[in-house]
T-cell receptor, first 120, second 115 residues
Framework: DTGVSQNPRHKITKRGQNVTFRCDPI?????LYWYRQTLGQGPEFLTY????????KSRLLSDRFSAERPKGSFSTLEIQRTEQGDSAMYLC??????????????????FGPGTRLTVL | QQQVKQSPQSLIVQKGGISIINCAYE??????FPWYQQFPGKGPALLIA?????SEKKEGRFTISFNKSAKQFSLHIMDSQPGDSATYFC??????????????FGKGTHLIIQP
């Protein structure tokens, strides 16, 4: 399977614990995005990377959230001191940036299946 | 502030009918408008996308109509089939060149196609 993969698929944790999610993008995709989706809502943008550089962070990304993409390949999203309000589906997407005004095809963000987080 | 407003929230269409979902945006800097389809337990999958320099784009049974002056765009699904039953999201982003920034999504439309 050459699509975006995310692990784990489900995570149940107690309030106050730290959790870490992993995303493996499509091979050679240089952009990687994180989104959060709550029940009945559209995904909300959190942050994205171009290679290993984190280029944009949403105001939704509080100090308890940190994302990394070492070596520009896989990415991790860590949530410290989880709260019940953090319960959501965390989605990862990747795309290929051409470095100039791209074709529509290079703008396409391919999403993974998500990690569902439940904070008790 | 919701920058992309989507309607209706839910929609029921008979098999073979036309499904129409509408979106309106506020940020005139948006220049990339995709539609995504999402099935339960899955991540969103791109259906079709458009830039504001064209008013319509068709791919198979799916058509995007775009009205730049009204800041509105819509998805039309022709000959709707039960397999089209899913949640549909419109989205928008700013593409200064070199790839898309983070997408701003609408709240979604839950579409049910009745056999």
């Amino acid at each position: 399977d050459t699509g975006v993969s995310q692990n784990p698929r489900h995570k149940i944790t107690k309030r106050g614990q730290n959790v870490t999610f992993r995303c493996d993008p499509i091979s050679e995709h240089n952009r990687l995005y994180w989104y959060r989706q709550t029940l009945g809502q559209g995904p909300e943008f959190l942050t994205y990377f171009q290679n290993e550089a984190q280029l944009e962070k949403s105001r939704l990304l509080s100090d308890r959230f940190s994302a990394e993409r070492p070596k520009g390949s896989f990415s991790t999203l860590e949530i410290q001191r989880t709260e019940q309000g953090d319960s959501a589906m965390y989605l990862c997407a990747s795309s290929l940036s051409s470095g100039r005004r791209p074709l529509l095809s290079t703008d396409t963000q391919y999403f993974g299946p998500g990690t569902r987080l439940t904070v008790l | 502030q919701q920058q992309v407003k989507q309607s209706p929230q839910s929609l029921i269409v008979q098999k073979g009918g036309i499904s129409i979902i509408n979106c309106a945006y506020e940020n005139t800097a948006f220049d990339y408008f995709p539609w995504y389809q999402q099935f339960p337990g899955k991540g969103p999958a791109l259906l079709i996308a458009i830039r504001p320099d064209v008013s319509e784009k068709k791919e198979g049974r799916f058509t995007i109509s775009f009205n730049k002056s009204a800041k509105q765009f819509s998805l039309h699904i022709m000959d709707s089939q039960p397999g089209d039953s899913a949640t549909y999201f419109c989205a928008a982003s700013i593409n200064p060149g070199g790839g898309a920034d983070g997408l701003t999504f609408g709240k979604g439309t839950h579409l049910i196609i009745q056999p």
